[in-house]
């Protein structure tokens, strides 16, 4: 059974900063990318920020220069540090990996649970 689970959501003032971590846990034969999406209310899911290998990244322009995506292999943990945050990045967080459970051949997609996120202005 593969979890993810995340941490570091929480409330904090438009130009404050959040870090969210996810670790991925369990029976786990390779991870290859991760990444984390977010629904605000009233909207679909989007892209967020993604990770790939530990070096590609890939960031929505509403968040570029601001979030930092960032990956430990060894840990299997995606983290994203969120700077200068606006009331509009309010929204439930999601962590997403691409893995291949121990003793399968196919990546699968694992979502964590979410967590909230709530920037007031």
């Known amino acids: 059974q593969v979890r993810l689970v995340e941490s570091g959501g929480g409330l904090v003032q438009a130009g404050g900063s959040l870090r969210l971590s996810c670790v991925v846990s369990g029976s786990i034969g390779s991870v290859n990318a991760m990444g984390w999406y977010r629904r605000a209310p009233g909207k679909q899911r989007e892209l967020v920020a993604a990770?790939?290998?530990?070096?590609?990244?890939n960031y929505a322009d509403s968040v570029k220069g601001r979030f930092t995506i960032s990956r430990d292999n060894a840990k299997n943990m995606v983290s994203l540090q969120m700077n200068n945050l606006k009331p509009e990045d309010t929204a439930v967080y999601y962590c997403?990996?691409?893995?291949?459970?121990?003793?399968?051949?196919?990546?699968?997609?694992?979502w964590g649970q979410g967590t909230q996120v709530t920037v007031s202005s």
């Open positions: 997403n990996a691409e893995l291949r459970p121990s003793g399968t051949y196919s990546y699968t997609i694992h």
């Open positions: 990770i790939v290998g530990g070096r590609t990244t």
